[in-house]
């Protein structure tokens, strides 16, 4: 490589984003340079490389470059040296923090860089502002308390000038200390003006909003925390140098009673201990995370999600176990540094940290669990903020639902009337009637030696039991007992209904056959002898056990003899009409099931079974057609749902409000979801999670969905489903960059790109590659986005996706060309010329829109290789092809350019016409109209008509000077 192309790639590092890259490309860099010999360009990598080292995570390495530089700069002065002394100055802040950080660096050292820097500072005539801060810090790093406050008089006395700290960090040291002395509403009166105005410096304004949150708690200003803590940590998370940070956010999870969100935070940044910044950063967040897992694992049952590291497999880890560990990495760095320092306060500093619990009332922070979690180990949650109900924010519809009364039983009923009450009550979806009854028989009768077929029918219902306890083989072996005491009793017809029932149960296990035999027999000799309703109870069976198996249209001809009146059992009816609606909706026939499902919410209605209304209900939103109308259903299914069926409702009534349209409200439904699958410790809030995240971007809440998005591809890449997890991360990635996080962005889609390496997932990694290239190209980093776009082309290349590879390599072309590398964007235009002649002829709009679009980036190519001939002949009719198709501005954007090279060339007269017309069809506020009337302003002067140009340039406010 040249010197030039050398100084080219540390132009391009310097507009990488802080971290692990831009470190790695400075680092090959700095070898090929170092193999050059040139100085000029070795120190000013180094000094970038200072300055990456610091921001991206591993300041250890910047000693070694700075220490470079300085050496440098005194032993061998050259002219370019005098350029960067001013960042040589200011590294040597850098310096003193960084050396504090590390407990092996003797604290001679630091005092020594720090007379050194007053010196130097002295020297060239600065303040000693930011000398006295940084003395200041050296002391309150060491417990000196006197010599803190006496060095923090200084810093605050003594001129600012510009190698001040900038406006919003000199602040946040500020407050920190003053909310270290209990100085809390001096520390949030300090940083109001600070956060009301503007701050561009790297660190802002999450540092100084994450020093605030202790003192906005203990003023009160519970809004401002949780404001502070949503935003603050939002910026942070994504940087391993602000591993400290992250720490002072796991705490004020734990403080304010958010145990489960503590744990998320120590969950997804646990790994980071192993490659932490700073001994100091890893002692922080190692002690504040032992808190948060003391907290979380009192009940001795909570575990923690670690990733692998070297010599070190992923798994759970207990919650106590890694307190313990945690603990004991924060003391013996703490006594380290103690060792170093000769004081004990940095051990007792690590105390306080680990000894915190949550203290004061709950602050609800989550944006995906409405509710504050039950403490473990017996705890009492503690009285809300502000007297709120525990379900503040629940709906309407289910906070008013009146609780049934409680269930009665005849005091003189005897065992066979007891145990005809809970049959009639389990086919009426009575359950606390059904238990009542049974718990009555059993505390009566249930030591009393009772007539076989009594015992037989206690036993059938038994079953009934297990089986609405989801114990499957215990509801199995109680039918089968039932069924061999009534078939000794010689009682064939209660022997065919226990068998059917036993049949439906096989028909869920691993016995399907014997099941499916067991309810087609019992079918048939009921059929024969039974009453109506056993008859229509048998062939309703049938269709419940093909059911199991999927086989619907058995299923549906089974249901097809069940009576219309089901035997005069309405309750039965309602069931039957509702699995009907199943049977039609898995076979695709929707306006079939979507009439059965209205039929079985009409009978649930006249029986008044919520559970009944409910399913159908359900079942009647997922088949019709107007979004409106399911939600209505979901409404009603709410309204009657059960409290066990209260999760799935919600799912779908959120999702119904999402096909409505109505995504703010899907948002409150989506979070009752997870707040319900987190209280009930259900599977699957990974899922809801992911879903609530699109919620919250549909509806512009950004900031909400990018926390709610991370929270769900942790939990997603928990359970393994790494294909949702990567669909998250590519919605994380576009709210990302919808919040203006381009690294963070770039980052999720260069990971995606990586796990989409499979030739099945050629078309998604494409497009993934494309969106990183459109990130880039629109944040003005030209090159790395045409990197992206050549790598998009080549998979879609490989993918045998023509069209999407040709749209590829011209925003190749675009970015290079922006990017001032003609080569490449000559290069780029070459191959998409190239594939352009393969899809010439087909009439397909977006075919002509990418011809086209490809002949203007070729012309503008060629225009700054100075062929302007050849650039105008590819530009021949391509404003007509755009225009049948409706691309107005493209075929305008065209044809202004086909007036510049007509001036070019020298043709004003055919320059002057086509840019009039131009001119006349742009909207009045559209950006090209001040570029166009500027071209026909200069095309009308070569034509001799100064008059005409001088009123356009009035009209459109042009100077003439910018001729």
Not at 124 to 152: C, I, M, N, P
Not at 212 to 219: A, C, D, E, H, N
Request: proline share 5%.
């Amino acid at each position: 490589m040249s010197d030039e192309d050398l100084w080219r790639v540390l132009r391009g590092i310097s507009d990488m984003p802080y971290g692990a890259g831009q470190i790695a490309a400075l680092e090959q860099l700095l070898r090929r340079v170092d193999a050059a010999d040139d100085r000029h360009l070795a120190f000013v990598t180094r000094m970038q490389a200072t300055t990456g080292y610091i921001y991206g995570g591993e300041p250890a390495k910047s000693f070694v470059t700075f220490s470079w530089c300085l050496s440098e700069f005194d032993g061998d002065p050259q002219p370019y040296h005098q350029r960067h002394a001013h960042n040589l100055l200011w590294h040597f802040k850098y310096m003193i923090t960084g050396l504090l950080n590390f407990p092996e660096v003797p604290l001679d050292r630091t005092y020594a860089v720090l007379d050194d820097m007053e010196r130097r500072y002295r020297a060239g005539g600065h303040s000693l502002q930011t000398v006295h801060k940084h003395r200041f810090r050296v002391a309150d790093h060491v417990g000196d308390a006197e010599a803190a406050a006496h060095w923090y008089r200084l810093w605050q006395t003594t001129p600012r000038d510009d190698l001040s700290d900038c406006a919003g960090c000199d602040p946040t040291s500020q407050v920190n200390y003053l909310a270290d002395i209990g100085r809390d509403a001096e520390a949030v009166a300090l940083a109001e003006p600070v956060l009301a105005g503007r701050l561009t410096c790297t660190e802002q304004p999450q540092a100084i909003l994450t020093a605030l949150l202790v003192p906005y708690l203990r003023t009160g200003r519970d809004e401002s925390a949780r404001d502070a803590h949503r935003e603050a940590y939002r910026r942070l998370r994504g940087n391993l140098a602000d591993l400290w940070d992250i720490g002072d956010h796991v705490e004020f999870c734990t403080v304010t009673g958010n145990e489960a969100r503590a744990v998320e935070l120590v969950e997804r940044h646990l790994d980071w201990l192993d490659r932490a910044p700073s001994p100091a950063a890893a002692m922080h967040f190692a002690a504040t995370a032992a808190a948060a897992m003391r907290q979380a694992g009192q009940d001795g049952a909570a575990t923690v999600y670690r990733r692998a590291a070297e010599g070190r497999p992923a798994g759970e880890v207990s919650a106590s176990v890694l307190a313990d560990e945690l603990t004991r990495t924060a003391t013996e760095l703490a006594e380290r540094f103690d060792a170093r320092n000769g004081t004990t306060h940095q051990s007792e500093w690590i105390a306080r940290r680990l000894a915190v619990r949550p203290s004061g009332e709950h602050l609800p922070l989550s944006a995906s669990v409405r509710r504050r979690a039950p403490l473990t180990g017996g705890d009492e949650p503690t009285t809300s903020r502000r007297g709120d109900s525990p379900v503040a924010g629940g709906d309407a519809t289910r906070a008013g639902k009146p609780e049934a009364p409680a269930p009665t039983v005849p005091a003189d009923a005897g065992p066979d009337e007891l145990l005809d009450l809970a049959e009639q009550s389990w086919g009426r979806h009575d359950p606390a009637t059904f238990r009542a009854a049974l718990a009555a028989y059993d505390e009566r009768f249930g030591a009393v030696d009772l007539p076989p077929r009594t015992v037989a029918q206690r036993m059938a219902l038994r079953a009934a039991e297990r089986g609405d306890e989801d114990d499957l083989p215990g509801a199995i072996e109680s039918n089968r007992a039932a069924l061999d005491l009534y078939l000794t009793e010689g009682d064939e017809l209660s022997a065919q209904v226990v068998a059917g029932r036993l049949g439906v149960l096989l028909a869920r296990s691993d016995d399907a056959d014997e099941g499916l035999a067991l309810v087609r027999k019992a079918a048939e000799v009921l059929d024969r002898d039974g009453d109506a309703r056993q008859r229509a109870s048998a062939h309703h069976r049938v269709a419940l056990a093909l059911l199991q198996q999927e086989r619907w249209a058995e299923a549906l001809a089974a249901l097809d003899r069940v009576p219309a009146d089901a035997g005069g059992d309405r309750y039965l009816a309602a069931r039957v009409a509702l699995h009907r609606a199943h049977v039609l909706e898995q076979s695709e026939r929707l306006d079939e099931a979507r009439a059965a499902a209205a039929e079985a919410r009409r009978i649930g209605r006249e029986v008044g079974v919520g559970e009944l209304v409910t399913a159908a209900s359900l079942a009647y939103a997922r088949t019709v057609d107007d979004p409106a109308e399911a939600v209505a259903a979901c409404d009603e299914a709410l309204a009657s749902a059960p409290t066990e069926a209260e999760l799935p409702v919600r799912v779908a009534r959120a999702r119904a409000l999402l096909a409505a349209g109505r995504a703010a409200d899907a948002v409150d439904d989506f979070v009752e979801a997870v707040t319900l699958c987190v209280e009930r410790g259900a599977e699957g809030d990974a899922f809801l999670r992911w879903e609530l995240a699109n919620a919250y971007r549909m509806v512009g809440r950004l900031g909400e969905a990018a926390e709610v998005a991370e929270e769900a591809v942790l939990g997603l890449d928990r359970l393994g489903a790494q294909a949702e997890a990567d669909r998250c991360r590519h919605l994380l990635a576009g709210v990302y960059a919808g919040l203006g996080e381009i690294k963070p962005a770039l980052t999720l889609l260069e990971q995606l790109a990586d796990n989409l390496d499979g030739p099945d997932n050629l078309p998604y990694r494409a497009q993934v590659l494309e969106e990183a290239g459109d990130i880039l190209y629109d944040a003005d980093r030209d090159a790395a986005g045409a990197e992206r776009f050549a790598a998009a082309a080549e998979a879609y290349r490989l993918g045998d996706l023509p069209l999407d590879e040709l749209r590829a390599r011209r925003r190749e072309a675009y970015a290079w060309f922006w990017a001032d590398d003609r080569p490449a964007a000559t290069r780029a235009v070459e191959q998409a010329d190239a594939l352009a002649v393969t899809l010439t002829g087909q009439p397909e709009p977006p075919v002509t829109y990418e011809l086209a679009m490809v002949a203007e980036v070729g012309a503008r190519v060629l225009t700054t290789e100075n062929r302007p001939v050849e650039a105008l002949a590819r530009l021949d009719g391509v404003p007509d092809r755009l225009r049948s198709i409706e691309a107005f501005g493209e075929a305008a954007q065209v044809e202004i350019l086909a007036g510049e090279l007509l001036l070019r060339l020298d043709r004003p007269a055919e320059a002057e016409p086509l840019l009039r017309r131009v001119l006349g069809g742009l909207p009045a506020d559209s950006r090209p109209v001040r570029q166009t009337a500027w071209l026909l302003a200069r095309a009308l002067d070569l034509l001799d008509r100064p008059a005409e140009a001088a009123a356009l340039r009035t009209e459109h406010d042009l100077d003439p000077d910018d001729d």
